[in-house]
C-alpha cells in the first residue's frame, strides 16, 4: 500500500525467514568476524577468477539462506538478485544454478534494499509466498572493472573506499508460510529518487551519495509521520566515513534530531579504523552482508527492536566516468522490525 509519494506500507509485515552472509578472509578479520555465517579462506574462493569467485560468493549465501529457513531450493518461487558487474553477470549465473525464476536489478550499493524492498512487496501482494533477494561485490573483480586492476598499484585518496568481499541473501515468505519464523517482519520501504550533486571524483562515492540517503530518509519521514525517535537504529549502505558526516550533517542542517547512537553506517561498521580501506568500506555486499550479519543477530539478540536500513548506490559506470559524466547516485530504505519476545 502506497502512503505517502515513496513509501509502501506493507500490510501483511511479510517475515523475513532466514538471512545469511558470506564475506572474504580481510572482512573475516574485521570487527564483525563472528556475525558472518561463512567466511572464506583465500578471495579465489577456490575459482580461477574473480568474476567466478563473486558468484560462488552469493551462490553460498543463497544455498546458507534457502538451508536456514529449512526449505529446498524447488520451493523458492522467485530470486531477486544484482551486483556490480557488467550485465549483472554474478546474479544470472547464481541464478542459473538456483535454475528457479529470476528477477535481475541494478541500484549499484542499494542492490541490497533494491532487492529486499521487491521481495517483501511480491509477497505482500500475495504475488508469492516464498522469495529469495540477495547481492554481491568483490573487491578485485570491483577494482578492475570500475578503476585499475590491482597490480597496478594506483595510488588512492582519503575519500576512496575498499569494495567489500562477500554476499547476503534472505528468504522472505508470508507469515502463514513461514516454517522458520524469526520474528523479523518487513513493515514499510521508501523508494529513493535519484539524486545527483554534480560530483564527478569516483573517488569519492560517499560523498557523492550523501544527499539521496538524506532525500530517502527525509521522505520516510515525511511519508509515515516519523523521526528518529521512532527507530532504535538507522543505517545507511556504505557512505563512509566521508559519506556518513556529510549527511549527518545535513540532515542537522536540515532540523532533524539526529543522533551519532542511532546513525550509523555499514561501511564504517564493517572494518572499524582499518587504514588500508581509507574512508571505508563500499560494495553492493557491504549493506547486504553488515545487515544479513551483523543487524539481524543484534535483533535477534533484542539489542534493536525496530531499525531502517537505507542503501545506498553510487550509479555510474567505467564509461560515464571516462566521459567525465557526473554520478547519479540512489538510496532505497527497507524497515524491519522484531515482534514477539
Partial sequence: MLQGHQTWVFPSQPVIASAASVVGPFEGKGPLARDFDLIHGDTWVGQDSWEKAEKRLLEDACEKAIEKAGLEKEQIQFFIGGDLMSQLISSNFAARTLAVPFLGVFGACSTSMEGLALAAQLVDSGNAQTALCGTSSHNSAAEKTFRYPTEYGGQKPPT??????G???????????????????????????????????????????????????????????????????????????????????????????????????????????????????????????????????????????????????????????????????????????????
Fill in 160 to 165: 576512496a573506499q575498499w569494495t567489500v568481499t
Fill in 167 to 341: 554476499a547476503g541473501a534472505a528468504i522472505i515468505q508470508s507469515d502463514q508460510k513461514a516454517v522458520s519464523n524469526t520474528g523479523l517482519h518487513i513493515t514499510s520501504c521508501t523508494i529513493g529518487r535519484v539524486v545527483d550533486m554534480g560530483i564527478t571524483d569516483p573517488f569519492n562515492m560517499g560523498g557523492a551519495m550523501a544527499p539521496a540517503a538524506v532525500d530517502t530518509i527525509e521522505a520516510h519521514f515525511r511519508d509515515l509521520r516519523v523521526s528518529f525517535a521512532d527507530y532504535d537504529l538507522i543505517v545507511t549502505g556504505d557512505l563512509g566515513r566521508v559519506g556518513y558526516r556529510i549527511a549527518y550533517d545535513l540532515m542537522k542542517k536540515h532540523g532533524l534530531d539526529v543522533s551519532e547512537d542511532k546513525f550509523q553506517d555499514c561501511g564504517i561498521l564493517m572494518y572499524g579504523d582499518h587504514p588500508e580501506v581509507l574512508a571505508g568500506g563500499s560494495g553492493a555486499a557491504c549493506s547486504a552482508a553488515v545487515t544479513y550479519g551483523h543487524l539481524f543477530k543484534g535483533m535477534l539478540e533484542g539489542r534493536w527492536r525496530k531499525i531502517m536500513v537505507a542503501a545506498t548506490g553510487a550509479l555510474l559506470s567505467p564509461i560515464t566516468v571516462q566521459q567525465k559524466e557526473s554520478i547519479p547516485c540512489i538510496c532505497h530504505a527497507v524497515v524491519i522490525e522484531r515482534r514477539g519476545g
